[in-house]
């Protein structure tokens, strides 16, 4: 009977110490994460398909969302309160996979072939409020909510091969103005140490993207051709050119990261 005693006495004694030890938060610390973003919405770009003869044989839909791809970010948070923390970062993402627009069509012993490849990534700054509690004795059970500033960056190589005329090809280079983004998240941490502690987090950005600006470079298309050089200027509400091109950015996804408590 002592001896049950002796541990229920030492395993109290323990959890008093951890949740002491809990009490004490870190004030300041650095963070890197990782994860994977899936896009919410997305810009018709075409459909790749085959065609032969007239008859269309093979069709696959191409939505552009520049908020798809690899997530990687870095940044400092800073305890304001016992369970509210500020929290700034630099973000970078880049599509992967990227999307490939294909048109072939045969007519007889002809075939033409129009290959549209689109290379996109995004850079910003977020500032967000991260409330949290405590579930276990080891996790806390956090969110994330606040606005950012994304740059999209993005470009299309253009292919064009017909029977008997040679290859064509042009760059496209996309200037966008910038997007403000809004960032909500769900997440834990679990200590791994005392200097570092592993979080995992579902989150989801809202934001899009308008094209202020196409320039058509290294392009070897006859003069006329929609993708000869030149460069194409979109302005918002203007009656003497076409509405800007919008893409959205919006997507949800699953990252892990660690922390390092400084102090």
Known sequence: MKKIMTVIAIAVACCSLTFANKGDKETFDLFLTTGYGIGIGGRDVGPSQTTTNGSIVKKDDNFLNFGRGIKLEGGASYRLMDHLAGQASVCYSFGVPGIKQETITTIGALTNSVTQEFSFSTLGIKALLKPSFQVLDLIDVYTNFGIGLDFAFSSIQVTQNATGAGEYHATIKDSNWPAIVFVGALGA??????????????????????????????????TGNKYATQVINYEKNATDRE?????????LGIRIGVRFPIF
Do not use: H, R, V, W
């Open 243 to 251: 509405t800007p091109p919008e893409t959205p950015g919006s997507n």
């Open 189 to 222: 941490d679990y200590p791994l140490g005392t200097s570092m502690i592993l979080y995992g987090e579902i989150y989801c950005e809202a934001m899009s993207f308008m094209t202020s600006k196409q320039e058509i470079t290294d392009s070897n298309f006859p």
